[in-house]
């Protein structure tokens, strides 16, 4: 089962940066798919280390677009990512010593911590500069 769903209110109001935080979601999924089924990864370190290079990589783009665009609110954005990249290092740790419900507290931890920071950083951001995607 997917561990997270597109929801309408994640929608920042630009298709490219939905379509690209789609492809996020989906990123995510195939990875815990892969976990919890008979895939490639094999260990919860593989699927965390997987996960933290693919939301890294999209955080660096939009970092790099607010710097560029000398953002106003570049400290507090980046501040948020950083929450999300600490929480999910956080969770690796509670998985590796625990491993009983996790994939149920994981999902709703970054469900919730998708839909906050789609719905506020980063539709301020894109309502206020547009797209990074070209
Ligand atoms: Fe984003
Ligand atoms: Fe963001």
Do not use: C, P
């Not at 597109?6 to 815990?32: C, M």
């Not at 660096?60 to 948020?80: I, N, P, S, V």
């Not at 929480?87 to 998985?95: A, P």
């Amino acid at each position: 089962m997917a561990l997270l769903q597109w929801k309408d209110q994640y929608s920042v109001g630009i298709e490219a940066v939905d379509h690209e935080h789609k492809e996020l979601i989906a990123l995510i999924n195939r990875l815990h798919d892969e976990l919890t089924g008979k895939g490639a990864l094999s260990s919860a370190e593989a699927f965390f280390g997987d996960l933290f290079m693919g939301i890294s990589a999209h955080f660096a783009l939009e970092e790099r677009f607010m710097r560029e665009h000398r953002y106003d609110q570049l400290g507090e954005h980046k501040a948020d990512h950083e929450r999300l990249l600490d929480e999910i290092r956080d969770m690796m740790d509670e998985l590796v010593a625990d491993e009983s419900n996790a994939s149920e507290d994981l999902s709703a931890r970054l469900d919730a911590w998708f839909s906050r920071h789609f719905e506020t950083h980063d539709a301020r951001l894109h309502k206020a500069l547009g797209s990074h995607a070209h």
